[in-house]
C-alpha cells in the first residue's frame, strides 16, 4: 500500500476549489474516477489482489448458484429465452461455475443468454479468458443496456460497492458527513455547518432513536429501483448477495481494503477497495415500492446448506486427493459459518421476483429472521484462500 495516490492529489485540488466533499462523492471518486478509479483500471481479486469473493473461494458457489438459476427459471415457467444477467461478475469465475453446472440441464443452458455488466476493462479481459469456452457472453457498461425479455438477474457483492452518503446526529439535527481538509493539507473528516431539513422524518424507528454523534449510511435507491422495473415489467427474478445486516440502523460501516488487510478509507484513495455494509431492509423497502414480491434476507451460510453444499462438499471430498478433501472442506467452513474469517452469517441473501413467482429455492418460506448484524461488524479478510480449482 503506498502512502500517497494520483487520486488524493485531484481530490485534494476539488476541495480547495469547491470547499468539503460529502462521503458519498468521495466514495465515488475512489471507485469510479476515469483515470485513477479503483474499479476501473486494475483487477482487485484473488490472492494477488486485495480481496477474495465467495466464487473464488470454492467452485461450489457458482455451482449452486448455477442450479438456482436453473430453479428459477422453472419457476417463471421456462421461458424459451431468458437473458442470464451477473453485476459486476469480477474474474468470471462464479458464471463459469454456473454455466457448468447448468450444462446438465440442456434446455436451460440453451434458454439463457449470458450477459455480463462490467465497466472495467481489465476485468472484462479476464472474464473473456474464463468464458472462452463457454457459452457466447455480451458486456454492457449497465443494466439498461442489456436487451429487454425475462431476466434472472445475479448480484454478488454488487450493493456494498454502490456510494453511500453518511449523517452524523447532532443536537441541531441530521448533518452530512463530509471530507475536508485540516491545517496540515490531511484528508480528514467533517460535517456540513447545518443540518439537512426534515431529515429524520422518515428515518426508520431505530435510527431516530440513536444518541447523539450516530452515524447513519443510506444509499440512493436507483440501483434498486432499476433492477425491480425491469422484474416487473419483463418478469423474472434477481438475486443479492452481499454483506450486511437485515434491518436498518445507525453505525459507522465505511471501510478500505487493500492486500487483504484494513486501511483508512482516507488514506492514499483510489489504491483501496471502499465498501460499506448493505441494508438489506432499505433494499427491501424500495423493492416493494417497485411492485415485485420480496424472498427473504436470510443468512449466506443457511443458504447455501438448503441449496446443497454440504452434499455436494461430501461428493467432492470423496473422489479427491487428501488435500484437496481438507481445501474442500476449509472452503464449506468459510463458506457456511460466522466468526473471523467466515462468511455464513456476515453474508445475506435477499431476492426478488416478479408477482407471479410465490417461492425461490433456498430462501422463500424461511424461518423468523435472526437479530439484525452490528453495522460496525467488518467482513474479515484472510490473507489465504481455499482453491476453487478443485
Not at 463530509?178 to 426508520?204: C, H, I, N, R
Request: aromatic fraction near 6%; include cysteine; charge should be negative.
Amino acid at each position: 500500500m503506498i502512502d500517497t495516490s494520483p487520486l488524493e492529489t485531484e481530490v485534494k485540488k476539488l476541495i480547495q476549489k469547491t470547499g468539503p466533499m460529502p462521503v458519498w462523492r468521495y466514495m465515488d471518486l475512489c471507485l469510479s474516477h476515469p483515470k485513477y478509479g479503483y474499479y476501473v483500471s486494475r483487477d482487485p481479486l484473488g490472492r494477488e489482489g486485495d480481496f477474495i469473493t465467495s466464487p473464488e473461494v470454492s467452485q461450489m458457489f457458482g455451482e449452486l448458484i448455477g442450479l438456482w438459476a436453473a430453479a428459477a427459471w422453472n419457476a417463471m415457467g421456462t421461458p424459451m429465452q431468458v437473458n442470464l444477467i451477473e453485476l459486476g461478475p469480477g474474474n468470471g469465475t462464479m458464471m463459469s461455475d454456473a454455466l457448468r453446472a447448468i450444462r446438465v440441464l440442456p434446455p436451460f443452458y440453451q434458454a439463457a443468454d449470458v450477459h455480463l455488466v462490467e465497466i472495467n476493462p481489465v476485468l472484462r479481459e479476464k472474464q473473456l479468458k474464463t468464458l472462452t469456452s463457454k457459452k457466447a457472453v455480451t458486456w454492457h457498461n449497465s443494466l439498461d443496456d442489456v436487451p429487454q425479455g425475462p431476466a434472472i438477474i445475479l448480484a454478488n457483492e454488487f450493493f456494498d460497492v454502490l456510494p453511500i452518503h453518511q449523517m452524523v446526529k447532532k443536537a441541531t439535527g441530521w448533518h452530512e458527513r463530509t471530507v475536508e481538509l485540516d491545517g496540515t493539507g490531511k484528508l480528514v473528516y467533517g460535517m456540513t455547518a447545518d443540518p439537512t431539513p426534515q431529515f429524520d422524518v422518515l428515518l426508520p424507528p431505530l435510527v431516530r432513536a440513536a444518541p447523539e454523534g450516530a452515524v447513519f449510511e443510506w444509499r440512493p435507491d436507483t440501483e434498486m429501483m432499476k433492477m425491480a422495473r425491469r422484474i416487473r415489467s419483463d418478469g423474472g427474478v434477481a438475486l443479492i448477495i452481499d454483506y450486511g445486516h437485515m434491518r436498518s440502523d445507525a453505525g459507522d460501516t465505511f471501510q478500505a481494503i487493500a492486500r487483504h488487510s484494513f486501511t483508512d478509507p482516507l488514506k492514499s484513495p483510489g489504491a483501496a477497495d471502499v465498501t460499506a455494509h448493505v441494508d438489506f431492509q432499505a433494499l427491501a423497502r424500495a423493492a416493494e415500492d417497485m411492485g415485485v414480491r420480496i424472498h427473504g434476507p436470510i443468512e449466506q451460510g443457511e443458504f447455501l446448506k438448503r441449496l446443497g453444499i454440504e452434499t455436494r462438499a461430501v461428493s467432492l471430498m470423496g473422489k479427491s486427493a487428501p488435500a484437496v478433501s481438507a481445501t474442500v472442506a476449509s472452503a464449506l467452513k468459510r463458506l457456511t459459518e460466522g466468526g473471523r474469517g467466515g462468511m455464513g452469517s456476515l453474508f445475506k441473501v435477499m431476492a426478488i421476483s416478479d408477482r407471479s413467482i410465490p417461492t425461490l429455492a433456498g430462501i422463500t418460506d424461511t424461518p423468523e429472521a435472526p437479530p439484525a448484524t452490528s453495522r460496525t461488524e467488518k467482513p474479515e479478510q484472510q490473507q489465504q484462500a481455499a482453491s476453487d480449482d478443485v
